[in-house]
């Protein structure tokens, strides 16, 4: 079914974004220009006692509920991340646009995948009209998501965001339109995206972006797994659910990487580490392998194994004698940063895949 070849596309890009994040989210931007806030703010502020009536607004018309969902579903396999969000361009206090024409004019196939956006009503659309225009959408239906304006404390030489004025909060929050303006030359962003999602997964981010790529610069937590998810990348999708910038590469652009390609590199997911190395004294492996476990303020390994790899086809065959081995199904995507790696035909897992797991992607450390 097209949803389903288009979740499939979303899923591997879940962690895409990695390559865009700022060191443990606590960078405060880089220099946009000298951007001043309005003197009014439009925005709402919301308390819900209790959980809403199930919605038959405007997300549930032409596709926009559907695609609401398949979001919501791309952040699953990241039980860490407790928002998404995209850019969607910066609009010029002088244009009078209608704000749903000047979306299809500046995102059109943003638009096209995530239809919602458009019709986000008036009362969340947050700010002053004008600046960086990003949408967030919540985790789920229970997550309590608070948009706030601030401004930067200088006193300690630090800054320390103090919050003048909340725009918006909800114990069960909808997607939201937010403008961010920033302070002058200190390139501080003028709003705090607060987020506790139904799961306990939680952030604090202050939006910024990379001005070249277009993609936000999203926070991450322990072993720089993302807190908020970038869905910028849909659209790049088609109607498929194929990667229009990946031509004649492959499904979405990720192939079955080579021995030579994963010669010497080190690749992390959540607790673990795994090393690929080249050469091996048995002639039936392309070299070793070493996977290692880590606890969060511990020095030093939990646990280390040794072992053996090769590619072998379309499957990394790893081999961890007296423990576990097996031939698992892998791809690496364009930029050679993300492997994605399934479990074995014969429902073997590797080592670092967690109970009920059945596929995982890893992000290069080095090579």
């Known amino acids: 079914m097209k949803s389903e070849k288009r979740l499939t596309a979303a899923l591997l890009a ?20 000298e951007n001043v806030p309005p ?7 919301t308390t819900d006692a209790a959980v809403p009536a199930e919605s038959t607004g405007p997300e549930e018309k032409d596709g926009a509920g559907e695609a609401l969902a398949l979001l919501r579903r791309c952040m699953e ?14 609009r010029s206090g002088e244009d009078t646009m209608p704000l749903s024409n000047w979306l299809w004019e500046t995102v059109p196939g943003l638009m096209e995948q995530m239809p919602f956006i458009g019709e986000i009503p008036e009362d969340r659309i947050l700010g002053g009209g004008y600046g960086d225009l990003y949408c967030l959408v919540p985790r789920d239906d229970s997550t309590t998501l608070a948009v706030n304006w601030v401004h930067w404390d200088r006193s300690d030489g ?5 919050v003048e004025e909340v725009l918006y909060r909800s114990e069960y929050a909808e997607p939201v339109l937010v403008y961010v303006w920033y302070e002058g030359a200190l390139d501080a962003p003028l709003i705090e995206i607060q987020a506790i999602a139904g799961n306990g997964a939680q952030v604090t981010w202050y939006p910024t972006l990379d001005r070249e790529s277009g993609y936000c610069i999203v926070p991450t937590g322990e072993n720089d797994v993302p807190l908020v998810l970038d869905f910028s990348f849909f659209a790049f999708l088609d109607e498929e659910g194929n990667d229009m910038e990946d031509g004649d590469f492959g499904d979405d652009g990720w192939l079955p990487p080579t021995n030579e390609g994963l010669a010497d590199t080190s690749w992390a997911c959540e607790e673990w580490s795994l090393e690929l190395c080249r050469g091996s004294e048995d002639p039936g492996w392309f070299g070793t392998a070493e996977l ?17 790899w090769r590619m ?13 081995g097996g031939s698992f199904p892998v791809l690496v995507d364009p930029s050679g940063e993300h492997l ?6 014969d429902g073997a897992c590797p080592p670092f895949f967690d109970e009920d797991m ?9 090579g």
């Open 292 to 308: 290692c476990r880590w606890s969060a303020g511990v020095a030093g390994a939990d646990e280390t194994r040794d072992g053996f």
């Open 312 to 324: 072998e086809g379309d499957c990394l065959c790893l081999e961890f004698p007296g423990v576990s």
């Open 77 to 90: 396999p990241v039980p860490r991340i407790a928002l998404a969000a995209a850019y969607l361009g910066n």
């Open 340 to 345: 994605f790696i399934r479990q074995a035909a």
């Open 158 to 162: 630090e800054g320390k965001p103090q």
């Open 39 to 45: 003197e009014t703010t439009a925005g709402t502020e």
């Open 14 to 33: 879940v962690l895409l974004a990695l390559s865009l994040t700022a060191c443990g989210g606590e960078s405060l931007g880089q220099k946009i220009g």
């Open 358 to 366: 059945a596929s995982m992607e890893l992000t290069l450390s080095y």
